[in-house]
């Protein structure tokens, strides 16, 4: 590694660490610096003093190339802890060193492992003949690809832990979160690194300052999204500061009913939907002449609930961006009975269905009697399935009992279709 490489290589990975994409309530990508990590380890290497077998044994065979990997990873670590130390918070400096650790790492280990020729893709890098160019290109590409997935995975996990959903589901929400500029990262970096063969310590900047520009225009674009999601969630509250829901109710059951969904086989890509419809299918309480008490729409006839629905339907109707809800929360006011007849309620619809009345319930009973009030209504008025994932998502959780199941499965079995 010359001088030049690791002090320009040094000042974009400042650059990079500071130079961050925002998300409120997510972490702060920074693919910049990502992506100069993996150039760095790909290019470049630590100088290894050469030592014979006799002398060091044939461990230091094994062992010597990983140790070229030192000087890239001290670089991307030192100049993480120098942002993460001064733009703060403290909280998130082991966050953001693992990020940038792993990357180097995962990356250093992939180029480095020896191929059956003997060579490693790191040695390819610099001397492929011109006929396997694109090949190896390719090869570095994937490491590459595998290092900056690397941090989504840990946090997918950690997050899958904390929050008991399946980690496969989690890291999906990751990859559709943060893939594309993942692979920016990682196609920028391998570029990067086959640049600095040829033109030096400036293909740092030529090369990395096109995906600099681009990042302003995601942040703007997570910030509209992020802005049209407080519009929801304030639009949702509407109905808790009108008094005529209990306190936090749509958000609890947007909580339950997203689990349920993907418990029941809602696609991934259409949960983001189910929230949303949980969060707005009472805003048409709004429109009632007489309010229902504490808002619980189990204790009112199948007419007003089905009127409530269909006047929030209404109003999502006259939005651009959550027209196209509006059937969903409409049918969230048909009993199960009258769905099996028409044969084109969603799911997401039957979902929230159920995950609204079992709230209504918990205001005056304990899960387990709550879950018993659902089934005695079905499958007239819920889903059996629908009830059936309910129970299984709130053992998994703890809230229920491994016998409370047990019993509430028995129960659904005597009514009827297997829960």
Not at 352 to 380: C, G, I, K, Q
């Amino acid at each position: 590694m010359t001088l030049a490489v690791a002090l320009v290589a040094f000042v974009t990975l400042l650059l990079g660490e500071a130079w961050r994409v925002p998300e409120p309530g997510l972490s702060r990508e920074a693919p910049l610096a990502q992506a100069t990590i993996v150039a760095l380890v790909i290019s470049t290497s630590w100088p290894v003093p050469a030592r014979q077998p006799e002398a060091g044994g044939q461990g230091w065979l094994v062992l010597g190339p990983y140790v070229g990997l030192v000087g890239p990873l001290l670089l991307a670590v030192l100049a993480t802890l120098v942002v993460a130390l001064v733009r703060g918070p403290l909280r998130s400096v082991p966050g953001e060193l693992l990020r940038s650790a792993l990357t180097a790492l995962v990356t250093g280990v992939l180029v480095r492992v020896p191929l059956p020729t003997g060579r490693t893709l790191h040695d390819y890098a610099s001397s492929a003949p011109g006929a396997q160019r694109g090949f190896v290109a390719l090869l570095l590409l994937l490491a590459a690809a595998a290092a900056v997935a690397a941090p989504l995975l840990v946090r997918a996990l950690a997050r899958a832990r904390l929050d008991q959903e399946p980690f496969w589901s989690v890291t999906g929400a990751e990859l559709r979160r943060h893939g594309l500029l993942a692979a920016a990262a990682a196609t920028t970096g391998v570029v990067t690194a086959l640049a600095v063969q040829v033109l030096g310590p400036v293909s740092f900047v030529l090369v990395l300052v096109p995906l600099m520009v681009l990042l302003p225009a995601v942040g703007r674009q997570r910030q509209i999204r992020a802005a049209q999601r407080q519009t929801i969630f304030a639009l949702a509250r509407l109905t808790d500061q009108a008094g005529l829901t209990s306190s936090g109710h749509a958000a609890r059951v947007a909580r339950l009913a997203v689990p349920v969904a993907r418990e029941v086989g809602v696609e991934d890509a259409d949960l983001a939907d189910v929230e949303t419809a949980a969060l707005l299918h009472d805003v048409g309480q709004v429109g009632l002449r007489r309010p229902i008490p504490d808002g619980a729409t189990t204790e009112v006839s199948a007419v007003d609930q089905r009127r409530v629905a269909t006047a929030g339907a209404a109003i999502l109707a006259r939005t651009a961006e959550l027209s196209r809800l509006a059937p969903t929360v409409a049918d969230v006011g048909i009993p199960h009975h009258r769905a099996v007849v028409r044969g084109d309620v969603p799911l997401a619809s039957r979902v929230v269905r159920v995950a609204s009345a079992y709230d209504d319930h918990l205001a005056s009973a304990r899960p387990v009697d709550a879950v018993v009030r659902l089934l005695r209504s079905t499958p007239h008025e819920y889903d059996p399935a629908v009830v059936g994932a309910l129970v299984r998502h709130l053992e998994r959780r703890g809230t229920l009992s491994t016998g409370e199941a047990a019993a509430l499965r028995a129960l659904a079995a005597a009514r009827g279709p297997a829960a």
